[in-house]
DNA sequence: TTGTATCTACGAAGCATTTCGTATTAATAC
DNA sequence: GTATTAATACGAAATGCTTCGTAGATACAA
C-alpha cells in the first residue's frame, strides 16, 4: 500500500485509463518520458506480486487493474509526507502550497468551498 | 537542494537546533529511533560534499549548520510531491489533508487565516 | 513452414541511500 | 607516559529501486 515512485507513476496511468495492457502503459509513460518496454513489464510483474495490481492472463497480452485505490494511496502517501516534511502540521504545509505562486485564484476557490463544507458538516 | 529523507531528518534536527555537534544530532535522533553515531556522522559528512550543511572545524567536535532554509527544502519537495502524488492539484491535495479526520479544528482555523491574508494581498 | 513481430519471464547490472565496522587521531584522566 | 574515552575519516556491505538484456513462447503473415 505505499508504492515507489516508478509505481505511483503507473498507478495514476491505470487509475486514469482503467484497466490496461503493459503496451498501452508503457506507450502512456512515453508520452512524458523514455521508458522501455520490459521496463514497464517488469514493473507491473512486481506490482503484481505486492498485490497493487491485479490480472487477467485470459489473453496474450495480461491486462492490468489497479487494486489499490487512489484515494487511499494518496492518503497515505500524504500522512507520510506531512510528518516527514511538516512534522505533521497541516497548516504549515498549506501555508506553503498557497504561498506558492502556482495556485491559481480558481483553485483558492476550490480550497475555500473545501473548508466550507467541512466547517457545515461540523456544525 | 533535495535532500533524502535520512537527511530531511538532520536537517529537521539542526533547524530546530540551531548548530550542533554530531553527538546531539545523534543523541536527538535517537530520541525517535535507533541509529548509530557513525551513521549520523557520515551522513552529515555526505551532507557536507553536498552543501546542505557547512561546518566549524575549530574545535575537535566539528559544528555542523544547516545551509538550506526549512523554507526552501520545503517549498521544494511539497512542488515534487505535488506533481507527483496529485498532479499538480493543489486544490485536490487540500481536500485529502483536510478531509482526513487529523486536522484539527484549531489548524482549520489557521488554514482559514492564511487563506484571508492572501486574498487580502490579491485585492 | 519459415520468418517476423510481439508477448512474458526472469536474472542481473546499475544506482542511490543507508548503515556499519575499522583505522586513526586527539583529548583526558590517572 | 600510558590507558581510556571520544572524535573523525572512509571503505564497503546491505538494501531497495529501476532498468535492461536475453531467452523462450505465441501469433500471424507470406
Same mark, same amino acid.
Given at each position: 500500500?505505499?508504492?515507489?515512485?516508478?509505481?505511483?507513476? +503507473?498507478?495514476?496511468?491505470?487509475?486514469?485509463?482503467?484497466?490496461?495492457?503493459?503496451?498501452?502503459?508503457?506507450?502512456?509513460?512515453?508520452?512524458?518520458?523514455?521508458?522501455?518496454?520490459?521496463?514497464?513489464?517488469?514493473?507491473?510483474? +512486481?506490482?503484481?506480486?505486492?498485490?497493487?495490481?491485479?490480472?487477467?492472463?485470459?489473453?496474450?497480452?495480461?491486462?492490468?487493474?489497479?487494486?489499490?485505490?487512489?484515494?487511499?494511496?494518496?492518503?497515505?502517501?500524504?500522512?507520510?509526507?506531512?510528518?516527514?516534511?511538516?512534522?505533521?502540521?497541516?497548516?504549515?504545509?498549506?501555508?506553503?502550497?498557497?504561498?506558492?505562486?502556482?495556485?491559481?485564484?480558481?483553485?483558492?476557490?476550490? +480550497?475555500?468551498? +473545501?473548508?466550507?463544507?467541512?466547517?457545515?458538516?461540523?456544525?
Amino acid at each position: 500500500m505505499k508504492p515507489t515512485d516508478a509505481e505511483l507513476e +503507473i498507478l495514476q496511468v491505470l487509475w486514469e485509463n482503467g484497466p490496461s495492457s503493459v503496451r498501452v502503459v508503457n506507450d502512456t509513460l512515453n508520452e512524458s518520458r523514455e521508458v522501455g518496454y520490459t521496463t514497464t513489464l517488469k514493473l507491473l510483474q +512486481i506490482m503484481h506480486d505486492k498485490g497493487l495490481v491485479s490480472r487477467n492472463t485470459e489473453s496474450r497480452s495480461h491486462i492490468y487493474t489497479a487494486q489499490v485505490s487512489q484515494e487511499n494511496v494518496q492518503k497515505d502517501l500524504l500522512n507520510k509526507f506531512l510528518d516527514l516534511a511538516f512534522q505533521g502540521s497541516a497548516s504549515k504545509l498549506v501555508m506553503q502550497l498557497l504561498g506558492n505562486e502556482r495556485t491559481s485564484p480558481s483553485e483558492l476557490d476550490e +480550497i475555500k468551498a +473545501i473548508i466550507q463544507e467541512i466547517e457545515n458538516k461540523q456544525s
